[in-house]
């Protein structure tokens, strides 16, 4: 069975600093693998996505993240964390057409 | 604009009074789903559809029923709410195929008390 899990509920970074959010899934077949950010009392917005080709993604904020299939992991990234960053951040991998499996999401939180 | 629109947005009921939260796309999706959001679960399936009259159950069904009569429009209906039905709900809606994007409403926050 398809799964995510998203190591880290919560991560804390400094501004200025590196931000590693970290994604594995498990998946029988080639996966579609998503990152969708959350910013308080609002929906889901798509930061990025991986389908077929080039494995580093760029999305926007400056955020990207590297389909490492011999890891299964999707790690997103950001070189240097912004204070409008804090958020929550969802990692979703699609198997079929009906099915988007989220993780369980890490709440990114920046001091100054 | 492309929208996913929700309502109502924020919902105290009681138990056993049936409520409907609607849901609306104007992107002409055919996929239409409802998730749930609860802290430390993220997100889990409630229902589905792949296009009108098409609906299909979710990881977490029970509690819910839903209807597509027309393409724009995926309602959720809780014929009896109860307390452990509490929680943030999301319609989403996307063009079909695995890797197309799903766009989300801004969510609905229910109450069962």
């Known amino acids: 069975a398809q799964s995510v899990t998203q190591l880290g509920s919560h991560v804390s970074v400094s501004e200025g600093a590196l931000v590693l959010l970290r994604c594995n899934y498990s998946?029988?077949?080639?996966?579609?693998l998503f990152w969708y950010v959350q910013y308080p009392n609002q929906g889901l917005q798509l930061l990025l996505k991986?389908?077929?080709?080039?494995?580093l993604v760029k999305g926007i904020n400056g955020f990207e993240a590297e389909f490492k299939k011999s890891e299964t992991s999707f790690h997103l990234t950001k070189p240097s964390a912004h204070m409008s960053d804090a958020a929550e951040y969802f990692c979703?991998?699609?198997?079929?057409?009906?099915?988007?499996?989220f993780g369980t999401g890490t709440r990114l939180q920046v001091f100054p | 604009e492309a929208q996913v629109t929700q309502n109502p947005r924020y919902l105290i009921t009681v138990t056993g009074k049936k409520l409907t939260v609607t849901c609306s796309q104007n992107?002409?999706?055919?996929?239409m789903s409802w998730y749930r959001q609860d802290p430390g679960l993220g997100l889990r399936q409630i229902y589905y559809?792949?296009?009108?009259?098409?609906?299909d159950k979710g990881d977490v069904p029970e509690g819910y029923k839903v209807s597509r009569k027309e393409k724009r429009n995926f309602p959720l209906i809780l014929e009896s709410p109860s307390p452990n039905q509490t929680s943030l709900y999301f319609c989403?809606?996307?063009?079909?195929?695995?890797?197309?994007?799903?766009?989300f409403g801004e969510g609905s926050w229910l109450t069962v008390v």
């Open positions: 979703a991998v699609a198997v079929t057409t009906d099915k988007l499996i």
């Open positions: 559809s792949m296009n009108v009259e098409v609906t």
């Open positions: 991986y389908t077929t080709g080039a494995t």
């Open positions: 998946s029988s077949v080639p996966p579609y």
């Open positions: 992107m002409n999706h055919e996929y």
């Open positions: 989403a809606s996307k063009r079909g195929g695995s890797g197309n994007t799903i766009y």
